[in-house]
């Protein structure tokens, strides 16, 4: 059955690859991967093209993130082609063929369905083309795995709930299954509750559907009418704690409820530190860095300096209290005020500049 439905998601749309690789191609047309000086081959020669294949793009968060990524794949010389998958699977497995077609020599593979990337993933490796994923585990010793620190960031949050409101409290939790980063924070909720037994998930809702923060504020404002009696909303992904927020806001509980989440950008920043705002604390990285590190995992991989097969980069805890005392409304204030968001020495080598 699963090779069945694979053999269905190729040829489903061969007439939307053919429109999205000749976007691509003048897309990437002008593009100039010049040499790096004093770097190794290939990149003292230039001419290295490499993808960035998504699956979500919905988000200040993944924004972020590709504008990390092309700031650092300039710095290198790279000629940086991104595929936006808009959280399709068939549409991220096809731009993977894609970028195997148009002869790329690394793939970076942000966030996706593991059971329709594997496959493909494998026949880009058996051309010779790297790969490295960020945020998904495509269970493969050949391809180095780059996440946040999943655990620590929710352990992080979940330690700021209980500072909060003590270890009894009714919950509600925002959830998909399936999505690597997802499922590691998953993990450390179930066992913070198995320690926290006076802690009562009350209520479980969570969707990747576009847009993803008003279809979560749909299903919230129903959880919320269920059940009243809820304090503390556990909602591990920025968008997610959008959506938890306005359904909030819309039924004037922002005085009743503690929202913590995962990942920042500006616009977070913003809705964190609007008056009474319910939305208290975040935990994350820099997805900017987060998207330099991706390029800088393909480019040592290319020069055939192995990185580690699991690069971790380690999140940072950031309250409403800190934006407000500290008077942080930008990602680039929150970098000035807290360093170890600024920057991280992931997957880093005496020949790879900074990106500015």
């Known amino acids: 059955m699963k090779s069945f439905l694979l053999r269905k998601l190729d040829v489903s749309l061969t007439f939307r690859t053919l429109a999205l690789t000749a976007a691509t191609m003048l897309a990437g047309a002008a593009v ?91 026949r880009a490796l058996d051309k010779g083309i790297k790969v490295v994923a960020f945020d998904v585990d495509l269970g493969n010793p050949k391809v180095p795995q780059i996440e946040q620190s999943d655990r620590d960031l929710a352990a992080l949050l979940l330690d700021q709930a209980v500072k909060d409101n003590g270890d009894t409290f009714a919950a509600g939790y925002v959830y998909v299954a399936g999505f690597a980063p997802l499922d590691r924070r998953d993990a450390v909720w179930r066992d913070f509750k198995a320690a926290h037994p006076k802690v009562q998930e009350k209520a479980r809702w969570g969707t990747v559907d576009n847009p993803i923060a008003q279809s979560v504020a749909n299903q919230a404002a129903a959880a919320y009418r269920a059940h009243p009696e809820i304090r503390v909303v556990f909602a591990p992904y920025d968008e997610f704690a959008r959506g938890a927020k306005l359904a ?31 939305w208290v604390a975040t935990a994350a990285t820099n997805p900017a860095v987060v998207g330099a590190v991706s390029v800088r995992a393909a480019a040592l991989l290319l020069a055939g300096q192995t990185p580690e097969h699991r690069i971790v980069v380690k999140p940072t805890l950031i309250t409403r209290d800190d934006l407000v005392k500290n008077d942080i409304k930008t990602i680039a204030e929150l970098g000035d005020k807290f360093p170890a968001f600024r920057s991280s020495d992931a997957a880093t080598a005496a020949w790879i500049p900074a990106a500015d």
Do not use: C, M, W
Request: no cysteine; glycine share 8%.
């Open 32 to 122: 100039h991967a010049a040499p790096l000086k004093g770097a190794p081959a290939p990149f003292d020669k230039g001419g290295v093209k490499i993808a960035l294949v998504n699956y979500l793009s919905t988000g200040d968060f993944f924004q972020a993130y590709e504008a990390g990524a092309q700031k650092q794949a300039k710095a290198l010389g790279i000629d940086l082609r991104i595929y936006e998958g808009r959280q399709d699977a068939a549409e991220q497995r096809e731009q993977i063929q894609q970028a195997i077609s148009l002869g790329v020599s690394a793939i970076i593979v942000n966030h996706g369905l593991p059971e329709s990337l594997k496959d493909v993933v494998q």
């Open 248 to 278: 909030a806001d819309e039924a004037n509980l922002s005085s009743k409820l503690r929202i913590y989440s995962a990942d920042i950008s500006t616009s977070d920043i913003e809705a964190i530190r609007a008056p009474n705002s319910a």
